[in-house]
């Protein structure tokens, strides 16, 4: 998706921090605390030209920490002009072993790996641990991951913190804002890593904490009052934070001119459509055009087996229908689209083909062929920032909690071909897992809930009668971000409740399976 001439809104001209990638699962980690601090934050790949990060607005920035070693052959370097930058640089990990080596230091493969907590003992008490807590201003709490450190520091970099392991665990130079730690103060475990963080942003970078939810919506609406003039925006609303968010975003911006479509495929759970339309009608006063394809999303499905075909079909089928109804709609040139941060970001290759296990999302969606000029308000935004956009625009709390619910819907949670009998014994066991998990008060905790139909019959057996039906699967995950996930420790009697409701309530399953795998390696979806 990089048509130049769509509009894309973005926040170059404003005060910005530049995360480098060097490929550290917590990269976005980073971001987040960054705005934490009420300062836009951006990640760029570590390889990225300097006259890309460079630009105006850049107030500093931050190398990630990363997988490789500094003293192999392969090791991942910058363009040598963002480390000679006239803004501080922040090294974290890796990143300090970037900075140790470009400054005249030797970095060699510890002893012995360093993992876990640690103790730092603070050498010096400004800059970076400025204004730390009085029981924590000379020794604190800190996350170490790294099997190289620096052993001999450049003629021009000092010391500033220790562990018992490390003599360098922070450095600083002495004439250039330039600052490394070696432990992740992103991590919750490094237990004052924001103020540390939040020191080297407000306090070092000089940046102003504007960044706010408030600041961000009257920008949006101004943005895209702007850019739409008195045209019309076609947006498709799924009923899901994001796409729900953008929609009110939008309508707050030009009122009636929005307009949202959603599209009822046949795949969706239990009372979804009726539901969704009703929020987005009366709760939230949006403009709302039901699009009925139920039937020719499943024709085009039938006797399809193969998980990635049926992403396709429906993917293209999506889009078929959205360009028929967008196209009978006059005067209407834009689509507003609820791409998030984590969907843009150009991954860095160290991450290996992890991201590209299953073809999701909207920026894999909607394709170039479409004449729409694109507007993606949210496209600078991690989702827990969508959240609190949406509850500063009103959007109800059950909306914004709930559960991620995949684009292909239940149509990759019935494994094999999909068809309306199928169909209609996962909603009702779907419903059940719903009601039994939200019923209980789980869902706060939980990441997704949710039933899976396997082509798996079993023998079972039901008053005097012999059965032979199929089994469901219970997928229920706690996760942060969908990356990784784990399974669920729900309690006994929850387990116990979903599955005898299912056996008894819903015909043709006579049998219910707990599923208690990890992403990785496995996937939270089945298909
Ligand atoms: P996996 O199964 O890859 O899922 O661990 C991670 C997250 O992504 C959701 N998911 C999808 N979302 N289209 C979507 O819009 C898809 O094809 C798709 N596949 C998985 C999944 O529900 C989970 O939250």
Redesign the pocket.
């Known amino acids: 998706m990089s048509t130049p001439d769509r509009l894309l809104s973005t926040a170059a001209d404003e005060q910005r921090i530049v995360v480098l990638d060097f490929g550290s699962q917590y990269t976005q980690l980073i971001a987040r605390r960054v705005r934490e601090s009420h300062v836009y934050s951006e990640i760029l790949p570590y390889d990225v030209d300097a006259s890309r990060v460079l630009s105006d607005g850049l107030k500093g920035i931050i190398l990630s920490g990363g997988p490789g070693n500094i003293s192999s052959e392969e090791s991942l370097l910058p363009d040598e002009r963002i480390l000679d930058a006239p803004v501080p640089i922040l090294g974290i990990c890796y990143g300090m072993q970037i900075l140790g080596q470009h400054f005249g230091g030797k970095v060699s493969r510890a002893s012995r790996r360093e993992y876990g907590s640690a103790r730092l003992s603070i050498i010096e008490h400004d800059h970076l641990f400025k204004g730390m807590r009085e029981d924590v201003q000379d020794e604190t709490t800190v996350w170490m991951s790294h099997g190289d450190r620096i052993e001999s520091l450049g003629p021009e970099l000092i010391s500033i913190a220790k562990t018992a392991n490390s003599p360098n665990a922070a450095i600083r130079h002495t004439r250039r804002p330039i600052f490394g730690v070696q432990f992740h103060p992103e991590v919750s475990h490094t237990t004052e890593g924001r103020k540390i963080l939040e020191n080297f942003v407000i306090g070092i970078c000089n940046c102003e904490p504007s960044w706010t939810p408030g600041s961000f919506i009257e920008r949006e609406i101004a943005r895209c009052r702007e850019l739409v003039g008195g045209g019309k925006v076609v947006c498709a609303t799924s009923g899901g934070v994001d796409s729900t968010v953008v929609a009110v975003l939008l309508s707050r911006a030009i009122g009636d001119n929005l307009i949202a479509i959603f599209v009822d495929n046949g795949l969706l759970r239990k009372g979804e459509a009726s539901q969704v339309v009703s929020m987005l009608r009366k709760e939230l006063g949006i403009n709302v055009t039901v699009v009925s394809a139920s039937e020719r999303f499943l024709s085009s499905l039938r006797g399809v087996s193969d998980p990635q075909e049926k992403?396709k079909i429906i993917g293209n089928l999506f889009i078929e229908v959205f360009e028929e109804t967008a196209g009978s709609l006059k005067d209407c040139e834009y689509l507003a689209q609820g791409t998030l941060y984590p969907d843009v970001i150009e991954s860095v290759p160290v991450r290996g083909p992890s991201a590209l296990?299953?073809?999701?999302?909207n920026v894999w969606g909607l394709p170039d062929r479409m004449k729409l000029k694109l507007i993606e308000p949210l496209r600078e935004l991690f989702k827990d920032e969508v959240r609190i956009i949406g509850k500063r625009l009103g959007i109800p709390d059950r909306v914004l909690m709930r559960q991620?619910?995949?684009?292909?819907g239940l149509a990759?949670r019935i494994i094999g071909p999909i068809a309306q009998p199928q169909l209609k014994v996962l909603r009702e066991a779907d419903a059940i897992v719903r009601e039994e998990i939200e019923g209980a008060g789980l869902s706060n905790e939980l990441?997704?809930w949710f039933a899976v139909l396997l082509p798996v019959k079993s023998v079972g057996v039901m008053g005097d009668e012999r059965t032979y039906e199929n089994a469901v699967a219970i997928r229920v995950v706690k996760s942060l971000d969908?990356m990784t996930?784990d399974w669920a420790r729900l309690p006994y009697d929850v387990l116990g409740t979903i599955s005898s409701r299912i056996i008894n309530e819903v015909d043709g399953v006579n049998r219910v399976v707990y599923d208690i795998s990890t992403?990785p390696p496995s996937?939270?979806?089945w298909e």
């Open positions: 992403r296990i299953k073809g999701h999302h991620p619910f995949p684009g292909p990759v990441w997704q969908a996930a992403k996937t939270i979806e």
